[in-house]
């Protein structure tokens, strides 16, 4: 069974860095055709922030490029997302997703990201 944990969320005053770590368990990340990191801010529908692909290419959502870096460490099934200069608009809780395949996807708990201004 495939699952995804994520951890690094907290409260970090503007300006601040996080990273965000996604583990996986049951399947390597190497699988995944894609990864996500996904937000939802308070209020608001979840948004998409950067993706990784199997090859390595990545891409990020405008409000987050040149500050955020996602990567991943295959020898550790782990995804991770580098947050700098953060901003209160970054508050959220942030998810990992995986696609498998088409049709098959799966889900983080989420992490909560705070910062204060």
């Known amino acids: 069974q495939v699952q995804l944990v994520e951890s690094g969320g907290g409260l970090v005053q503007a300006g601040g860095s996080l990273r965000l770590s996604c583990a996986a368990s049951?399947?390597?990340?190497?699988?995944?055709?894609?990864m996500y990191w996904y937000r939802q801010p308070p209020g608001k529908q979840r948004e998409l922030v950067a993706t990784?692909?199997?090859?390595?290419?990545?891409n990020y959502a405008d409000s987050v490029k040149g500050r955020f870096t996602i990567s991943r460490d295959n020898t550790k099934n782990t995804m991770y997302l580098e947050m700098n200069s953060l901003k209160p608009e970054d508050t959220a809780v942030y998810y990992c997703?995986?696609?498998?395949?088409?049709?098959?996807?799966?889900w983080g708990q989420g992490t909560q990201v705070t910062v204060s201004s």
């Open positions: 990784i692909t199997r090859g390595g290419g990545t």
């Open positions: 997703n995986a696609d498998l395949f088409a049709n098959v996807n799966y």
């Open positions: 049951g399947k390597s990340i190497f699988s995944f055709v894609a």
